[in-house]
């Protein structure tokens, strides 16, 4: 596992009346962005959604991207977006800045929703949104994360990816340089709701850092 796609649905305040999850009921035939139409976006946000009951077909659905999403909440074409992505996430800054925290809310998850998710499809894992992330945030937000996962073939040689998984973990500081989202990354995180086996490489370097390697990812 890379770093974790975090899960940030945005709502304008007035439709977050508890600040759960459940508040996207309130915009049953209000425009809502759910991502690109073939997007994993739209996939995930499919998938949670149906897990919590929530009927997404009563919403007026956009299949925006993460600018268009933002840009369109923004101008009040949309009443929320779906935007899974590393925090900070640029579309949910944009919205932050332009509307201000007390205008819109990033809605979060409790331990029955990430149950009843993960009956679904066993995944996510709870996440949390530091304050301070966007503008204006003062208080941290409850959410849950998937896993951005490196794969690799069945026949790729043992050598070959534990050389990569060394590498990445050992230069991890030059990888924050290049990208923020790797500064989520961490080895107490590596293993975190993988859905597959791990490669003999991987597992080999990994449990040389003292990783202790579950049954059902060897």
């Known amino acids: 596992m890379l770093w974790q796609n975090v899960e940030q649905f945005t709502i304008k305040s007035k439709y977050a009346k508890t600040g759960n999850i459940m508040d996207l009921k309130n915009l049953y035939g209000e425009r809502f962005s759910i991502g690109g139409r073939s ?14 009951k929530i009927d997404f077909k009563k919403m007026n659905i956009q299949y925006l991207g993460y ?10 074409k949309v009443q929320g977006m779906n935007t899974p992505s590393g ?16 205008n819109i809310k990033v809605l979060e998850f409790d331990a029955k929703n990430l149950k009843a998710i993960n009956d679904n499809y066993p995944v996510w894992s709870p996440y ?26 069945k026949d790729t040689p043992v050598k070959t990816v534990y050389l990569l998984t060394k590498s990445i973990y050992e230069n991890l500081p030059f990888l924050n340089t290049v990208h923020k989202a790797t500064l989520a990354m961490s ?3 590596a293993i975190v709701g993988l859905p597959m086996p791990l490669h003999p ?17 060897k």
């Not at 997007?39 to 919590?52: H, Q, Y």
């Not at 925090?87 to 007390?102: H, Y």
């Open 187 to 189: 080895l107490k995180k």
């Open 39 to 52: 997007s994993g976006s739209r996939v995930s946000a499919e998938t949670i959604l149906s897990s919590l």
């Open 67 to 76: 600018t268009p999403s933002s840009t369109a909440l923004q101008d009040g």
């Open 87 to 102: 925090p900070p996430t640029s579309a949910v800054t944009n919205v932050f800045a332009s509307m201000g925290a007390k």
């Open 201 to 217: 490489g991987a597992i080999k370097y990994y449990e040389e850092q003292g990783i202790k390697i579950p049954a059902n990812l």
């Open 128 to 153: 949390v949104i530091k304050a301070g992330t966007y503008p204006g945030q003062k208080k941290a937000i409850k959410t849950i994360a998937q896993p951005n996962l490196l794969v690799v073939t």
